[in-house]
């Protein structure tokens, strides 16, 4: 343990018991391979599959806990690069964890921060020993390995831990892809040796990027290794949509039928309902949030950019079909003055009805799965205008 940490007592919300994540499979659609099941953590239970917000800096941006509990979301991500760097994991744990230190009470996944070393190509080096680079706040230097990855995942107490991995662009050479997935490999096998499986459930990542034989095999490889969940990585970094929905629909099936299944960093409507089909559990995206707050809305009759002239008289609600607090409350009009204004206030109001939307999207697969109807709701999905009239 790294000098200066926190005792054992005060690594993580030490309110909840230690206990590893527990997932049911529910139901499968019989014509499709769309999976309902339902992930039990230390801090609740979480209904698949599901769409995570995005908690980067232990907030997601402009939305408050109560808000985050109104609109049902029961489980979010934090980044241990993000928070490694401000405030730093040793205060999150000395005030008992990211759960007590953001006030929020429902289940938290950690992202390793293999991701961030990926997006930092100019400013890192990544060797056998981990990655070292540069901060983006100071340019003060760091080395993240595997072992620090866990470490201060399992300082800040989230339920669900990430393997720290190798993310190479998906159009990468294959001998590059090659190497980097035996060093994933490796990594995974450290991670686990630092895992002290009290608290937070670590889950493997599968890289391989669009080769179907490298992802057979570094599947076979990472689920050797009785994890209590899996994870796809690697997808939505460089390649075409399409190119992405045949490789999930490919790899998600290799991962174990009894363990949850994780595509990280995806993604958009369209993504979610169709890797839904394809057998993926869990997903993540930081788009809701971003889109929301750059005027971006996603309805159920298709996008709207709230900043448009055509909306400044427009007494409706965003979506007339959506209950969120925004769509109950107010009119495109009034929304489309406060961003033109930029006043805080349409920051929260267009990223709840953002969240809602994803939110409420994984609703109506669980529904359409639990009734056998998936390939019929993606395809009224499909038949969705694109814009609003």
């Not at 996603?298 to 055509?310: D, M």
């Amino acid at each position: 343990m790294s000098e200066g940490l926190p005792p054992p007592e005060l690594r993580g919300d030490t309110r909840v018991a230690p206990s590893l994540v527990r997932y049911e499979l529910l139901h499968v659609d019989a014509k499709t391979g769309a999976r309902r099941g339902r992930l039990h953590t230390p801090h609740g239970t979480v209904e698949t599959p599901v769409f995570m917000p995005v908690g980067t800096a232990g907030s997601v941006k402009a939305i408050a806990p109560d808000d985050l509990s109104t609109l049902g979301a029961s489980i979010i991500l934090g980044n241990t690069y993000h928070l490694m760097l401000r405030p730093g994991e040793q205060l999150i744990g000395e005030q008992g964890g990211l759960h007590r230190f953001a006030s929020y009470g429902g289940s938290m996944l950690t992202d390793s921060g293999g991701f961030q070393v990926y997006s930092l190509a100019e400013k890192r080096k990544i060797t056998e020993e981990g990655a070292s680079f540069q901060s983006h706040h100071d340019g003060s230097k760091h080395l993240l390995t595997p072992e620090r990855s866990i470490e201060i995942q399992e300082v800040l107490g989230a339920d669900v831990i990430m393997a720290f991995d190798e993310c190479p662009p998906a159009l990468s050479e294959r001998s590059y892809m090659e190497a980097s997935m035996a060093r994933t490999t490796r990594w995974l096998k450290r991670c686990v040796d630092a895992w002290h499986r009290q608290r937070s459930s670590l889950f493997g990542i599968v890289q391989g990027g669009l080769d179907e034989g490298l992802r057979r095999s570094h599947a076979q490889d990472v689920c050797a290794m009785d994890l209590p969940g899996y994870a796809l990585g690697g997808f939505a970094v460089g390649e075409e949509p399409a190119q992405m929905h045949a490789g999930v629909a490919f790899s998600a099936p290799l991962l174990p039928k009894d363990k949850p299944r994780y595509l990280m960093g995806v993604g958009t409507p369209l993504d979610l309902v169709t890797c839904v089909g394809h057998g993926v559990d869990m997903f993540d995206c930081v788009m809701p949030t971003r889109s929301g707050r750059n005027g971006l809305l996603f309805t159920s009759e298709g996008k709207l950019v709230i900043k448009n002239a055509r909306y400044a008289r427009d007494r409706r609600p965003l979506d007339p079909a959506c209950s969120c607090y925004t769509c109950r409350t107010f009119s495109r009009s009034y929304l489309r003055h406060l961003f033109v204004s930029e006043e805080p206030l349409a920051m929260r109001l267009l990223t709840l009805h953002n969240l809602q939307f994803y939110l409420q999207l994984m609703a109506q697969a669980r529904a359409a799965i639990e009734a056998d109807r998936y390939a019929e709701f993606t395809a009224e999905f499909l038949a969705r205008p694109a814009t609003p009239v």
